[in-house]
């Protein structure tokens, strides 16, 4: 019973998986970010190219 109580104390105090929990979070919200900037980029350029395009032709 001491054993199982100590192994319940040590996973309390450890902190380990917290900051891992916490940087995949952060990780998970940058991706979200990147993703959408660079979908937002992608219009714009993809906009910019059409009026180019329809500027040039004939």
């Known amino acids: ?3 199982v109580l100590n192994l ?3 996973f309390v105090a ?4 917290t900051a891992l929990i916490e940087y995949t979070v952060l990780l998970g919200t940058m991706l979200v970010a ?3 900037i660079i979908a937002s980029v ?3 350029v ?3 190219w059409t009026t ?6 004939p």
């Open 1 to 3: 019973m001491t054993k």
């Open 8 to 10: 319940a104390k040590r």
């Open 14 to 17: 450890d902190e380990d998986g």
């Open 34 to 36: 990147t993703i959408a």
């Open 42 to 44: 992608g219009n714009l």
């Open 46 to 48: 993809n906009a910019k």
């Open 52 to 57: 180019l395009a329809n500027a040039v032709s």
